[in-house]
C-alpha cells in the first residue's frame, strides 16, 4: 500500500495495490514523509473506499475515539441491513455524534421529534440508534437521550442510497437550494457547494424535511431554549425565519420552535465553518 499524503498522523489518503484510493486509518501511518510504500499492513485499523474528499477534513476536527465509535455503529448497520451504505456514512455519522455530545456538555437539550411510526417502518435502523446510543453513553460516560436514537436512525436511513445528492427530489432540491441562497443574501457570503460544510448543512435540511414529511409534530413547553439564542445570535434568528418561512411555503407545513432551534444552531454552525475556510 502506498501512503499518498498525510491528513494527520494517524490517518492518510492511500492507494491500495489495485490502484484504488482510500482512507486508511492506523497507528503513525501519516507520521512519516509521504508519500511512501507502507511495507507493515498491521499498522492499518480501518480503510475507507469511496470518501468524498470533502469529507476528510473532519478528522482533524473530531475526536479519534468518536470516530472509532462511529466505526461501530456503521459495523453494526452493516450487519444487520441489506442494504447499501453510502461510503461517507462514518464521517457524517461522527460529525453528527460529535455535535451532539457538543450540545450534552453545554446541557442544550432540544426535544426532537418522536417521529414514532420510525420503529415500525424503518425497525432495523431504530434498532441500530438504540444500540448506538447505549453504545455512545458508556464509552463516554454521557447521558445521551431517547431523542438521540432518532438521530441515528435517520443518518443510517439517509446513508441508504448511493449518493445523498442522487436522492433528493425535485421537492428537496428545491428547500437547499432555497434556502441557501436566503443565508448567501443575508450574510453577504458564498457558500462552496464542494465543502463538506455545505453537505453537513443539506443533511440537516434532509433530516428536516423526513421529520416534515412524518407528519409528527414537535411541540415542547420549553421556549427557554428559543429566547435564549434569539438574545444570543439576533440575526441568526431572522435569517432562520426567512429559512423556515421559504420552507413552509414549499411544504405547506409549519416548522416548530425547535426545528427553528436546530436552524439557528446549522445556520450558526455553517457559518463558523465557512469563516474559517
Do not use: W
Not at 514523509?33 to 507493515?40: E, I, N, Q
Not at 459495523?75 to 455530545?101: C, E, G, K, R, Y
Not at 432540544?110 to 420503529?119: A, E, G, K, Q, T
Not at 438521530?151 to 445523498?164: F, K, P, R, S
Request: charged content about 25%; some cysteine.
Amino acid at each position: 500500500m502506498k501512503v499518498l499524503k498525510k491528513i494527520n498522523n494517524n490517518v492518510a489518503l492511500c492507494l491500495d495495490d489495485n490502484g484504488n484510493e482510500l482512507v486508511a486509518f492506523g497507528n503513525g501511518i501519516g507520521f512519516s514523509k509521504t508519500p511512501y510504500d507502507l511495507a507493515d499492513l498491521s499498522k492499518i485499523k480501518r480503510t475507507y473506499y469511496g470518501v468524498n474528499k470533502r469529507y476528510i477534513g473532519l478528522v482533524n476536527e473530531i475526536p479519534q475515539k468518536i470516530f472509532d465509535l462511529s466505526a461501530q455503529i456503521v459495523d453494526m448497520a452493516i450487519a444487520t441491513i441489506t442494504a447499501n451504505l453510502n461510503p461517507n456514512i462514518v464521517f457524517t455519522l461522527a460529525d453528527h455524534i460529535n455535535f451532539s455530545i457538543e450540545r450534552y456538555k453545554k446541557n442544550l437539550k432540544i426535544p426532537m421529534p418522536d417521529l414514532n411510526n420510525l420503529n415500525y417502518l424503518y425497525p432495523k435502523e431504530f434498532e441500530i440508534g438504540q444500540l448506538g446510543v447505549k453504545l455512545i453513553n458508556k464509552k463516554l460516560n454521557v447521558q445521551l437521550n431517547h431523542d438521540e436514537i432518532v438521530g441515528i436512525a435517520l443518518h443510517i436511513i439517509n446513508a441508504e442510497a448511493e449518493q445523498a445528492k442522487n436522492s433528493l427530489n425535485n421537492s428537496e432540491n428545491r428547500i437547499i437550494s432555497e434556502s441557501l441562497k436566503i443565508i448567501e443574501k443575508f450574510y453577504g457570503i458564498k457558500i462552496s457547494k464542494k465543502g463538506f460544510n455545505y453537505n453537513r448543512f443539506v443533511e440537516h435540511l434532509q433530516f428536516l424535511i423526513k421529520r416534515l414529511e412524518s407528519g409528527e409534530k414537535s411541540q415542547s413547553n420549553n421556549f427557554q431554549i428559543l429566547e435564549d439564542l434569539k438574545r444570543q445570535f439576533p440575526n441568526t434568528y431572522i435569517c432562520a425565519i426567512k429559512v423556515k418561512e421559504k420552507i413552509e411555503k414549499i411544504t405547506a407545513k409549519n416548522l416548530s420552535n425547535e426545528e427553528i432551534v436546530y436552524l439557528m444552531l446549522h445556520i450558526n454552525r455553517l457559518l463558523n465553518r465557512v469563516s474559517n475556510e
